[in-house]
């Protein structure tokens, strides 16, 4: 007979780290053309919810809205795909010592965001508040790729 694990389960024990991770580790990039500005490169995915400061190097800009509107999508989807495994497939089942593992980098890539998104340079914004013109390039990357740059 085959057990399925419940839905709790699959989001706070997988779901959710597995969202934290792929979100920092895999992303679209988006070089765009602002109104009245010059070029940006954004990331995140579906919807860019990070893009360059203009006012100083190294710095960005945060956008909540697109942040939390990815996040949960991510973690839906995510959702979705560990159920429909778990129901259809197999038994999804992590060793204690290897989520033990997952939540430590969990932790630290969440305490990394937070310290980079605390630094007084960076511009925190509940919405994007300019407009893109074009979209110059876009394409999938992972986090340790350079970014192309026009």
């Known amino acids: 007979m085959k057990m399925i694990i419940s839905l709790k389960y699959l989001i706070f024990k997988m779901a959710?780290?597995?969202?934290i991770i792929i979100m920092v580790v895999?992303?679209?990039s988006w070089l765009v053309l602002p109104v009245d500005g010059g070029n940006t490169v954004m990331s995140g995915f579906p919807?860019?919810?990070?893009a360059d400061g203009?006012?100083?190097s190294l710095s960005y800009q945060i956008f909540i809205t697109e942040f939390l509107a990815d996040f949960f999508i991510q973690l839906l989807l995510w959702t979705l795909i560990l159920f429909l495994i778990n129901k259809y497939l197999f038994i999804i089942k992590i060793p204690k010592f290897l989520n033990i593992i997952?939540?430590?980098l969990v932790i630290i890539i969440s305490g990394?965001?937070?310290s980079i998104a605390?630094?007084?340079d960076q511009i925190i914004r509940l919405k994007r508040d300019w407009e893109i013109q074009a979209v110059l390039n876009s394409g999938y990357q992972f986090i340790w790729e350079e970014q192309s740059r026009q």
């Open 47 to 50: 919807f860019p919810f990070i």
């Open 112 to 114: 990394l965001a937070v």
């Open 102 to 104: 997952i939540w430590g």
């Open 118 to 120: 605390s630094m007084p």
């Open 54 to 56: 203009w006012h100083t």
């Open 16 to 19: 959710l780290p597995l969202t």
């Open 26 to 28: 895999f992303t679209k």
